[in-house]
């Protein structure tokens, strides 16, 4: 009999804005890396953004993030070309402001590569 594991791998490839890095200490787990990418879509006279919600997994894409983090702490526009794995969506009720009481959806996954970034438009070589 086999015991190998097998998996089934779902990802995700884009461009968008790198937001909200942080690191996340859960009361029961391991403190990992967090980011938000705000995903562009639609035409590019149009764009329409989808936000993921990361946490960042790849040990280069890692690196990478906290390179990046003072620029996007700096409110400077940060663009990657992304790939992401297991996307999941989660329902969750807004909490104050104008959506008070009205029901969401986040979309969470694991940032895996990050496959170039450039800074206010400048290209990134990271260290």
């Given at each position: 009999m086999n015991d190998e594991s097998k998996y089934f791998d779902l990802h995700t490839t884009g461009v968008g804005y790198l937001q909200r890095v942080q690191e996340v200490e859960?009361?029961?787990?391991s403190p990992y890396l967090s980011a938000?990418?705000?995903?562009?879509?639609?035409?590019?006279?149009a764009v329409q953004y989808t936000h993921f919600e990361c946490a960042v997994i790849g040990s280069k894409a890692q690196a990478t993030v906290r390179e990046l983090q003072c620029a996007v702490e700096g409110k400077l526009k940060v663009l990657i070309g992304f790939t992401i794995s297991?996307?999941?969506?989660?329902?969750?009720?807004?909490e104050g402001g104008d959506l008070d009481g009205q029901r969401?959806?986040?979309l969470n996954g694991r940032l895996l590569r990050i496959?170039?970034?450039?800074?206010?438009?400048q290209p990134f070589v990271t260290q």
């Open positions: 859960p009361e029961d787990g938000t990418i705000a995903a562009l879509r639609g035409r590019s006279g297991n996307l999941a969506a989660e329902p969750f009720a807004y969401g959806v986040r496959s170039y970034a450039k800074v206010d438009g």
